[in-house]
């Protein structure tokens, strides 16, 4: 089974800004290796409409999958829907089943900036969400999605079942604590030419003031994951170092 | 003074697979809005060489300066160094006071693996760095940093004062816990039509299990951004609820 490929795009002048950490690329990204889709770029871009529109249309034409993230709220920096709207040439009007649902929640309160919370591009199939009236939905293959990260997340599980999805993405690790990359640069470089249906990567991190090393697997053929972490675990262990397996404490 | 602007690019295998949570993009894009400099996009790429080529040569074309971070070790993943000199088409070769450095800090055990490390596109400048000998540089208007946080930090800080910048971007807010955004939109609009030189933004949370809004102005005249906001505090105070400045407990 291939796996299919993904992009997000998150439009969020609250990222570019560094007023909000993003935390939706990771639960996002953790979600897609799980049912086999190859995330391959995200963008974070301003609320601009032409900066929408156009990634928008370069991603959805290059990938099998897009998933946006912000932008739908009733207020006049959401600009997402009609954006989306525009980059598919549909017209942007109300979706009358999310109009009644509105209507029923909202009762006499429900005002203009509401009801545009139901008007979505033509051809439009609203995303389920239990936590609040935000409204997400489906158009071809981008899924608009909430920016709050508890909307957002509700939305792709919704979404999840129905994805098209591949061989599950699965990562194995070896770490040593005290390792120089260097010098294990030509060793790993070695097991990665035997090991090419496994994807190897060394990232150094610090913990409690001393650097280590993490050597991670990953691919779809869990065995061959863990036969490349063992000869990753010997070659640290012939720099005179204990690997630690998992997440070193 | 106009605002220089600027993009991120994260070469991250370990960003797109859900391994590792960004934290570069905020600590970059605060330093910017210090310095004046507006962030306008950041992509995440994965580690192929035609991926990274390309989208370094689209975004320094289309922006003031551009930040990388990652892929800039001594490992057979650590391949920004070479697409550099790829996008800009100049010979990758040995930097010799890099390597003369590397020599004295390493003895004889460096190896082939770490003089890479000392390899640059012809014409680059190393980037200062007293957290570790990665190998940070400027070419052009692209900055090559490393995707280590600490590391990264100390490069773009030993970057920042040669910056072009412009007037600070600063950020002022006003919070409302209860605020529904559909009852505040048509005020705020009609706010942000009086302030167009102030960005204003509205973005939910969640506290303590309840819903907030924070209504976030942004731009370069802090003396509007307060005017601004306090007609949106007059705003929240006009829904019966009682406006919180600076962030919410």
């Known amino acids: 089974m291939s796996n299919p490929s993904a992009a997000i795009i998150i439009i969020g002048n609250e990222i570019l800004s560094g007023r909000t950490q993003d935390v939706n690329v990771q639960f996002i990204a953790t979600r897609l290796a799980f049912v086999g889709v190859k995330l391959q770029e995200v963008r974070v871009v301003p609320d601009i409409p032409q ?10 034409a290059a990938y099998d999958m897009v998933f946006t993230t912000g932008g739908i ?3 006049h920096d959401d600009i997402t829907s009609e954006c989306i709207a525009a980059a598919f040439g549909v017209p942007w009007e109300a979706h009358e089943p999310s109009m009644k649902v509105l209507r029923d929640y909202l009762g006499p309160r ?11 591009p033509r051809g439009a199939t ?31 599980l919704a979404l999840e079942a129905d994805l098209p999805r591949g061989t599950p993405i699965e990562m194995r690790a070896v770490y ?28 150094p991190f610090q913990r409690d003031g001393r650097w280590g090393v993490a050597i991670v697997a990953k691919g779809t053929d869990l065995a061959r994951l863990d036969a490349a972490i063992a000869e990753a675990t010997v070659m640290i262990e012939a720099q005179g170092i204990a690997p630690i397996q998992g997440e070193p404490s």
């Not at 005290?178 to 060394?202: K, P, W, Y």
């Open 51 to 60: 900066r929408i529109i156009g990634t928008v249309n370069e991603l959805r």
């Open 176 to 203: 040593g604590m005290g390792v120089m990359e260097g010098n294990i640069a030509a060793g790993l470089e070695a097991i990665q030419e035997r090991f090419q249906d496994a994807d190897l990567g060394s990232y």
């Open 73 to 75: 709220g009733p207020t």
């Open 126 to 156: 609203p995303i389920r969400n239990d936590v609040s009236i935000a409204p997400g939905f489906t158009i071809g293959n981008v899924h608009v999605m909430a920016g709050v990260p508890r909307i957002m997340q509700a939305m792709f």
């Open 110 to 120: 429900m005002n203009a900036a509401q009801a545009r919370m139901a008007t979505l």
